[in-house]
């Protein structure tokens, strides 16, 4: 395992799970439900390691079958799309 790609990859998940909806939803399944805190941790950390799983499979299969200048060009693309889009909301809220 390489530490460098470890932390880059560990340092850029967790800063963008930050506040994000699965970190608020988690917070008020613990806050609200009769259910132990350690269910709701157990439950919501499997469901995200679940997810990166799904992730890490469907990047292997993409970088497989589309060169990484197409990926990084489309990523880019899809986070500019975003962003317009999250301002856009915000201008008409």
Do not use: C, N
Not at 23 to 46: G, I
Not at 70 to 80: Q, S, W, Y
Request: proline share 3%.
């Amino acid at each position: 395992m390489d530490p460098r790609i470890f932390a880059t990859v560990f340092v850029t998940v967790f800063v963008a799970e930050l506040g994000d909806k699965t970190q608020l939803a988690t917070l008020l399944f613990s806050a609200d439900r009769p259910a132990s805190r350690w269910t709701v941790f157990a439950a919501s950390a499997s469901a995200l390691v679940l997810a990166a799983g799904i992730g890490v499979l469907a990047g292997g299969w993409l970088a497989q079958h589309v060169s990484p200048r197409h990926l990084k060009l489309l990523a880019g693309a899809g986070f500019m799309v975003i962003g317009a889009w999250t301002l856009r909301s915000a201008f008409t809220a």
